[in-house]
């Protein structure tokens, strides 16, 4: 028995939505094409969306009583347990299809699951979820087709993002404690359970891309006990520092 | 009319803050409303979309409405479950969205993948029309073009 796992687990499922969404964010005003500006900023905030439903289920079950806002500004760098792949700096427009395509896939997975989940609220927010996560990743299987295998320079710049995101995929079906008991609950999936699912699409959508899926060597992790890539503690003070400058502050 | 149908014709009424030609009730967004014995209103909306940013200007809207009417204890509860579908969107919705200019969502348990109902273009109804991008100016919205006429248009995706 690990004492609140439940609140751990839904706290890492809204860190993970939460801390994509501001990478996403950050490319508004500054992609390759305005739909595409659109597309990535519509995004970030079905994940905040999804965030702030988790956030409030996390508050009634770690008994706490926070706010979303206590959640998301509030929190130093070690107190957030998201995986290391969603805090990957945005780099160039294939750096972030990727970290999307991987993301979105593991993201559908875990929210398909989720749908019967023995918790009510997080099953409510995955119904959702699922639908809107389907859509983000018909998004990034679009642009990893089209820049794969596509001009020298696409496929060139697709193929060196995916050996800098690949080693953090690891880290998303990494079991533990948590993990474990969440499954034995039947508040959500051990997500060492699916990855037979988010391989096989990946495996499909890269070599119909033309790009090679990567072998694993470098696994890095830590996300889940609050150990960062030195990139996120840069985003969370971005993040964070209207918020901790003027407390209280509202729009 | 009983309180509750008084309520539900007041909140219902209120337009929604992006597509203001149509209402909460016409979107689907408006989904209950309860009045116990001491008089206390409970009023549940619900996202389209998870976040939904009109979603807090409409709890505002719904409460302020509802309490202008003399019902003072009121609470506004946002609920997920079930989750909105475009199934919920009303006749009436669909009508005024296309008079809008917005192509209204396609009905009939249609399945998110194939895309097989032609999608009308609202200004000169021709169904030879393609989609541009899937994401448009709100989260319910893509942009999509006609190629009968040439117009650019949103299309309220099913969802």
């Known amino acids: 028995m690990v004492a609140g796992a439940a609140a751990v687990y839904a706290l890492r499922l809204a860190d993970d939505c939460l801390v994509l969404s501001h990478r996403l964010a950050q490319w508004s005003s500054r992609a390759p094409t305005l739909e595409d500006d659109v597309a990535l900023t519509n995004i970030a905030l079905d994940l905040l969306g999804q965030a702030r439903g988790l956030y409030a289920r996390t508050a009634e079950l770690d008994g706490t009583g926070r706010s979303e806002d206590d959640y998301a500004f509030m929190r130093g760098e070690r107190e957030f347990i998201n995986c290391l792949l969603v805090e990957q700096e945005n780099g160039d427009f294939a750096a972030t299809i990727v970290r999307q395509l991987l993301c979105s896939t593991f993201q559908l997975a875990q929210w398909q699951a989720l749908t019967t989940s023995t918790d009510g609220p997080v099953s409510a927010v995955a119904a959702k979820a699922a639908k809107e996560t389907s859509y983000h990743r018909d998004h990034a299987t679009d642009w990893t087709l089209r820049l794969g295998d596509g001009t020298d320079e696409s496929h060139r710049r697709m193929e060196s993002a995916?050996?800098?995101?690949?080693?953090?995929?690891?880290?998303l079906f990494e079991s533990d404690a948590v993990a474990r008991e969440a499954g034995a609950l039947g508040v959500g999936p051990d997500p060492a359970t699916l990855r037979p699912e988010w391989e096989g699409y990946i495996r499909r959508v890269l070599g119909d891309a033309t790009l090679v899926m990567p072998e694993s060597t470098w696994t890095p992790s830590g996300g889940r006990e609050g150990l960062h890539t030195e990139c996120f503690g840069y985003m969370l003070a971005e993040m964070q520092h209207l918020h901790r400058s003027f407390p209280g502050v509202t729009w | 009319m009983t309180a509750v149908e008084?309520?539900?014709?007041?909140?219902?009424?209120?337009?929604?803050?992006?597509?203001?030609?149509?209402?909460?009730?016409?979107?689907?967004?408006?989904?209950?409303?309860?009045?116990?014995?001491?008089?206390?209103v409970d009023v549940d909306i619900t996202p389209t979309y998870s976040g939904c940013p009109a979603l807090d200007t409409?709890?505002?809207?719904?409460?302020?409405?509802?309490?202008?009417?003399?019902?003072?204890?009121?609470?506004?509860?946002?609920?997920?479950?079930?989750?909105?579908?475009?199934?919920?969107?009303?006749?009436?919705?669909?009508?005024?969205?296309?008079?809008?200019?917005?192509?209204?969502?396609?009905?009939?348990?249609?399945?998110?993948?194939?895309?097989?109902?032609?999608?009308?273009?609202?200004?000169?109804?021709?169904?030879?029309?393609?989609?541009?991008?899937?994401?448009?100016?709100?989260?319910?919205?893509?942009?999509?073009?006609?190629?009968a006429c040439g117009e650019t248009f949103p299309h309220f995706k099913e969802h």
């Not at chain 2, 149509?22 to 309860?34: H, K, P, S």
């Not at chain 2, 997920?80 to 919920?88: D, G, I, M, N, R």
């Not at chain 2, 005024?96 to 273009?121: E, M, N, S, W």
Request: proline fraction near 7%; aromatic fraction near 6%.
């Open chain 2, 58 to 147: 409409i709890r505002e809207d719904v409460e302020r409405c509802v309490r202008d009417q003399g019902f003072t204890d009121v609470t506004v509860r946002i609920v997920l479950s079930p989750a909105w579908t475009t199934e919920w969107m009303s006749e009436a919705g669909r009508v005024k969205l296309r008079a809008y200019g917005i192509a209204p969502p396609r009905q009939h348990g249609f399945d998110l993948t194939p895309l097989t109902i032609a999608v009308q273009c609202p200004r000169c109804d021709s169904t030879r029309t393609h989609e541009l991008t899937h994401f448009g100016s709100t989260q319910c919205q893509a942009v999509r073009q006609c190629d």
């Open chain 1, 162 to 171: 995916l050996a800098a995101m690949w080693p953090f995929t690891a880290e």
């Open chain 2, 6 to 40: 008084e309520i539900r014709s007041i909140a219902g009424a209120i337009p929604d803050p992006e597509m203001p030609a149509l209402t909460i009730a016409d979107l689907g967004i408006l989904r209950d409303v309860r009045v116990d014995a001491s008089g206390h």
